[in-house]
């Protein structure tokens, strides 16, 4: 397997606050992916949820399925600008929405039999005026807790998670009717948060030994995301052996949804420092970025046992300045938790380069305290030269709009 390319970004040709997508890396994601669809049979969906830039979906396109959404807005932006084939699932969906959504998606996975049979009859009923086959899928909670590191608050299969139907609850609904399953044509299971092959492995039997019966009548079986597939470190070979054992076992169709795979380490957010602030008795520095942690990358404010990497920077001990990076907005928290250090001072006007700043980031933007929205800027090999291609600047219009 062709290892990852490094980033050929130059900061210095990029006006910030931005986020950077580097082509030649989103593209060698791609192919890793089409790799492991084309060799083990299986079919992959862009979970848009952790990355949307549709204007990039007429090349993405050429690579995967389709598109994993969780939203009517998802599920329209997939459909216009992906393709036909979008799988949807959504924890609830509202009546007033549900016709649009049957006019969006190709495949419908419900949260809990109550859904299903709220909805089995309207899908049925279009399926058949419009002569589009809706196909049905249901969420199993196989309550393999996997843990995260960084919280609950990634876990799915949680004592407490509300995602998926538990097996307990599976036998008691198919208890009471034999074909409960009927109608259904896919099972789905989302349970990993950046996790690898070895963990896939682990749980299949875990899965198989509770759901394993009911797969034989099926169609197609959902693994959902949360697999680094595009990590360097990560069997690609396995996971393809693990997808055809399972289709050879039940004879079903094998699908997965990654999402933070597709942009795993293929783009940076770019920040300029703006001033440094100093205090008395406090050990290290303060620079104050054009960016805000709060608005642009939320996740690692609010889980902070996630790991967010500064290009060319060591932790708090590796070099003798000390930074702890504050954002633009008023909230006294809008700060990282982490210190940094680095080899050299920084000082006012140098570019910060977030690693991995894509993925979840960009999706989850605000324009709290008005903030600038950053650009979105392709890194592209045009001749011999790499160019910046600006996809989309924002501006007051567009804050404006958010707010009446
Ligand atoms: C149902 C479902 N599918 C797919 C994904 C994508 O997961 P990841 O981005 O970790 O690959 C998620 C993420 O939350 C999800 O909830």
Redesign the pocket.
Known sequence: MKKRPSSTLDSSKVQTPVFVIEDELLKHNLERLKYVKDRSGCKIFL?M??WATWPLFKMVKKYLNGS?V?SLNEARLGFEKFGPEVHI?SPAYKSTEFDEILKNCSHIIFNSFGQWWQFRHQVEKFSKKHRKNIECGL?INPEVNMGADAGDM?N?CAPDSRLGVRFGEFEKVLKNDQKALEGLSGI?F?I???KDEQDLEKVLPQIEKKFGKYFKQLKWVNF????KITDDNYDVEKLISLIKNFKKRYGVQVHL?????VVWQTGILVASVLDIVERDGVAYKIPILDISFEAHLMDFVLSPDLELRIRGAGGEKKYKNIYQFGGCTCLAGDKLSQLYSFPKELKVGDKIVIEDGI??SLVKVTMFNGVQHPDIVLWKKAGKEYIPKLIRRFGYEDFKKRMG
């Open positions: 979970a949820k952790a994993e969780s699932y969420r990634y799915p789905h989302h990993f948060f950046e959902g995301g949360g697999q949804e990654p999402g933070a795979a993925q979840y």
